[in-house]
């Protein structure tokens, strides 16, 4: 019982914490402009019976947990998939399999997976160029969409007024100019102390999107289109999203390879010292502020790349690409599959894409045999679950700091790492 | 309202009161722990919410009393907001105190995500309204003082502000509680070895700042009218930026950034509109590091919470 204690004490402060919010309901009177908050049990349940998949899946995770510490059986899984980690003969070649298998992966799906195969690409970009600031090198980027929006925008206006700017030729371009502008917001403040770039950012891609919202030029809430000859077309018997499948897996397979040689090369070597210890990496001779700089500015490019493959591929771009939301789900796919490891990265990126698109398009499937031989209640949960995303990525953030701060992919040294100074 | 410019400039400066109220949680948690606490702008909005929860309860219970149910309500707010800044500290900053910089920072991200969307599904998707009600009589008198023309609730909004202020000043240099709170910001181990017992002081540092930005967002959402589950983090940069400007640690530092940012905000919507004030906010917090990093109050290490 005494050990339970503050568990109990925890549980009942967060139910009265919660209490309102969760059983009571507002009801304004229009006449007289009071407010009555009425008693209202169905809400609070719909909320938990809604979240119920997610609690089942948690017991699960947690259990697996419990049962892993007990008979370690991770190590042999760790065993199989050994190129993961150490040896490095394998993982020098495995790109270079794994890329043809990719690649005729185009011809096995229809048009809407591609799509959105090629979306899940172009948040892998997005995610590895995150990694390189905040995984690597540790300084906290809360406007990452800013940097995407950047180039979208930078394509969008430019094929407009130029006439003739095909993607090819768009995103040689945004790259060194989203680096360039990274490196200006990125001047002021790292100088200073690393969190204010997390501010500096985030409100950067705020003033960003307040812009383009207002501007005649920039298309204001709706965004613009891309004109056809300069977005990604079916070429050589190939469709269209075949075309842009091709094109973006291809330039994440550079993206890999470029950014795992700058990771092994004396740079990456410095952002790592600059992640564990500034002092230190300062004292041994490391260009602290010019090195933060440069990692910065990368991935900013890199984001401005993957933005011009975006409006290529989509034909649009709007102010939604640089909303708060976007920033966070591109910082919860690099924490979630691991601080600073490549692959784990993309693992995030892929899960938190698609287990978010797939819930969507389950809703669509309400009909099937499956989901009407569902109990009611969970069925219902399973159509709710899209609209709790952001709810379990704040909470997925919170738990992967407290308990698995290395990632999905991580070793248990990069968990010391972060938990002590 | 007529707009002129003194009306704008008084306009600016309640608005910047409220930001003070923020911009201290902002201040004083960075004093003490060194880490921003980026959920500081959701306990406002959880602020906001409460009170308009509370009174709608004690409208229920006794009828619709003004002054009696919007007293309640803000004391109820910062009851409530008060236990959703010590659960923030005790979930997201408390195990995480000896980590590395980025693990706090980023559980602190996902507690304001969390409770973003916690009222976005609990309570309203839409923006709300303040119960009119309740601030009509505030709203709609005024007073006039010369040029100057006050309405109620802004002399409201200046004059709770400034008796706060008092008090917290006085709380910080001339009580116990405030010289254990200024030892801990000075160094934690230290201050542990003299007695002072830190965890709680770090608690109590979380707590007033989240009771402050509750107040804030009663009476935020009374001057404008609305609630909505994204106003936080909004907030949340307008009070940072004050922070900052101030001088980041600084209690005086902060309420006078915030002025700052309120008259600038208001004379940008005064000259452009209202849709570029991010924008003015976001231009004055680069200016502001280009110029001086420390900002403005930044050197007076002394008087550091």
């Not at chain 1, 045999?369 to 399973?382: H, I, K, W």
């Not at chain 2, 304001?112 to 609990?122: D, E, M, R, V, W």
């Not at chain 2, 000075?186 to 709680?200: C, E, I, R, Y």
Request: charged content about 10%; overall charge positive.
């Amino acid at each position: 019982m005494a050990r339970w204690r503050p568990y109990l004490l925890g549980l009942l402060g967060v139910a009265a914490l919660t209490f309102p919010f969760l059983w009571l309901q507002l009801r304004p009177n229009t006449t007289d402009n009071t407010i009555q908050t009425a008693w209202a049990p169905e809400h609070g349940l719909q909320f938990f019976g809604d979240l119920l998949p997610v609690f089942l899946a948690a017991l699960l995770i947690w259990l697996g947990v419990r049962a892993n510490r007990r008979w370690r059986l991770s190590d042999t899984i760790a065993l199989t998939a050994a190129w993961q980690s150490a040896d490095k003969t394998w993982s020098r070649y495995w790109a270079w399999i794994a890329m043809p298998l990719v690649l005729c992966g185009t011809f096995g799906f229809g048009p809407s997976n591609l799509t959105l195969m090629t979306d899940v690409g172009i948040y892998m970009l997005l995610a590895l160029g995150l990694n390189i600031t905040v995984g690597m090198t540790g300084l906290l980027v809360l406007g990452y969409a800013g940097f995407y929006a950047f180039g979208a925008y930078f394509f969008a206006i430019t094929q407009q007024h130029a006439g003739f700017f095909p993607w090819w030729i768009a995103a040689p371009v945004a790259f060194p100019l989203g680096g360039l502008m990274g490196y200006l917001l990125g001047l002021p403040c790292l100088r200073l102390r690393g969190d204010y770039l997390a501010i500096v950012t985030l409100g950067f891609a705020e003033a960003f999107r307040e812009t383009i919202s207002n501007l005649d030029f920039t298309g204001g809430a709706q965004g613009l289109s891309i004109e056809a000859g300069n977005k990604l077309r079916g070429l050589a018997g190939l469709s269209h999203q075949q075309v842009a499948y091709v094109v973006v897996a291809l330039v994440v397979f550079l993206a890999v390879f470029f950014v795992q040689r700058l990771y092994h090369s004396p740079i990456g070597r410095a952002w790592v010292a600059i992640r564990e210890n500034e002092i230190a990496a300062s004292a041994v001779g490391v260009p602290v502020v010019q090195m933060k700089l440069f990692a910065f500015s990368l991935s900013a490019a890199i984001a401005a790349a993957a933005g011009v493959l975006s409006g290529a591929s989509d034909g649009f771009v709007s102010p939604t690409l640089c909303q708060f939301n976007q920033s966070i789900s591109i910082l919860a796919m690099v924490i979630l599959g691991g601080l600073g490891n490549t692959y784990g990265v993309l693992l995030g990126a892929a899960l938190l894409y698609l287990v978010p698109e797939y819930l969507k398009r389950v809703s669509m499937l309400q009909d099937s045999a499956f989901f009407t031989s569902l109990p009611d209640f969970l069925r219902a949960s399973f159509l709710h679950l899209a609209d709790y995303q952001f709810l379990i990525f704040g909470a997925v953030m919170v738990l992967m700091m407290l308990y698995r701060p290395q990632g999905l992919l991580g070793s248990t040294r990069r968990k010391e790492e972060i938990l002590h100074r | 309202m007529s707009s002129t410019l003194t009306d704008i400039l008084v306009g600016g400066i309640s608005r910047g009161a409220m930001y003070a109220l923020v911009a201290l949680g902002y201040t004083m948690v960075y004093g003490v722990l060194g880490m921003i606490n980026f959920a500081h702008g959701e306990i406002f909005m959880i602020g906001m919410f409460s009170c308009v929860f509370a009174m709608g309860v004690f409208s229920l219970a006794w009828g619709n009393l003004i002054v009696l149910n919007l007293t309640l309500g803000i004391v109820v707010a910062m009851i409530i907001s008060a236990g959703y800044g010590y659960a923030n500290e005790r979930i997201a900053y408390r195990r995480l105190r000896k980590a590395h910089v980025l693990a706090p920072l980023t559980s602190a991200i996902g507690i304001s995500t969390f409770l973003q969307y916690f009222i976005f599904l609990t309570v309203s998707r839409d923006a709300v309204n303040f119960p009119r009600f309740y601030s009509d009589y505030l709203t709609n008198h005024h007073l006039k003082l010369g040029p100057v023309d006050f309405s109620y609730l802004q002399i409201m909004i200046l004059g709770l502000t400034f008796v706060i202020m008092c008090a917290l000043f006085y709380l910080i240099n001339h009580t116990r509680l405030g010289i254990a709170l200024r030892a801990t910001a000075q160094d934690q181990l230290m201050a542990s070895l003299v007695g002072v017992p830190v965890n709680k002081i770090i608690a109590f540092t979380f707590i007033l700042g989240s009771a402050l930005a509750a107040i804030a967002g009663v009476m935020y959402s009374m001057y404008n009218d609305t609630l909505i589950f994204n106003s936080g983090y909004r907030i949340g940069l307008k009070a940072f930026t004050a922070a900052i400007l101030g001088g980041i640690g600084n209690v005086p530092g902060a309420v006078l950034g915030a002025l700052i940012i309120g008259l600038t905000e208001a004379l940008t919507t005064y000259g452009f509109g209202s849709e570029w004030d991010d924008v003015s906010t976001f231009a004055m917090l680069m200016l502001v590091l280009l110029l001086r990093p420390r900002g403005l109050l930044g050197e007076r290490v002394a008087n550091k919470v």
